[in-house]
């Protein structure tokens, strides 16, 4: 089992390691495999490749984020120019349904809603959105409503975790309540629990994942 000073060195290095990310402007604080990032971007992408570089390092239990975006003076935008360019993206980038997603911007914060059928369509929606110009952020309140003549195959869903790269994927259980998944067992790195579940989002008709699975490192 890694140390905490072990898993900031390795944090550390990985934010080096991430083209996208100015690892200088982050300090990197971890407490029993809890992992804190701490400083100032100056770009929203810039944040959220910090917390997905801290994720695939080996031993993290569970991160916080206090990292704050302040825009240089170039890249900042009103709220109306940001939410016209993230309509216009929108309509050019994602194949939900035209009218299924809406925004509002406050404060240069995107935040979507509206219904979706797939999980993919809702991270498509934010993902299209979060490297906009004067974005500090994307909340992402999208619900997803599929079809109700699909039913969540069990079988489909541990099928597909067996074809995935993931580690002692035996030790993933599933379970199926109409169109909840629920995970339970133990993986050995955030990588893992994320590919456990995207396997399960891309079942179709679920409509939520509860992840239960535990940290076995």
Not at 51 to 64: F, S, T
Not at 179 to 204: D, F, I, M, Q
């Amino acid at each position: 089992m890694k140390s905490d000073s072990e898993i900031q060195k390795d944090v550390i290095a990985e934010l080096h390691w991430e083209p996208t990310v100015n690892a200088a402007e982050i300090g990197v604080e971890v407490q029993d495999g809890i992992v804190t990032l701490a400083g100032h971007v100056t770009n929203y992408p810039g944040k959220w490749n910090a917390e997905r570089a801290a994720e695939r390092v080996h031993g993290v239990i569970a991160l916080v984020t206090e990292i704050d975006v302040t825009l240089a003076g170039s890249t900042r935008r009103t709220d109306a120019d940001i939410i016209r360019s993230a309509r216009d993206i929108l309509q050019w980038t994602t194949d939900a349904p035209e009218g299924a997603v809406r925004m509002s911007v406050e404060l240069g914060v995107i935040t979507l809603s509206g219904t979706v059928a797939w999980e993919y369509q809702r991270q498509d929606a934010a993902d299209a959105v979060r490297n906009l110009l004067g974005v500090k952020g994307v909340l992402n309140s999208i619900t997803l409503k599929p079809d109700v003549s699909t039913s969540v195959s069990k079988t489909g869903i541990e099928a597909a975790l067996k074809r995935s790269a993931t580690a002692d994927r035996e030790s993933i259980k599933v379970a199926v309540n109409g169109s909840e998944v629920t995970l339970t067992g133990s993986v050995h790195s955030w990588s893992e629990r994320n590919l456990a579940k995207e396997s399960a989002w891309a079942a179709p008709g679920v409509r939520s994942v509860i992840d239960q699975m535990i940290a076995a490192y």
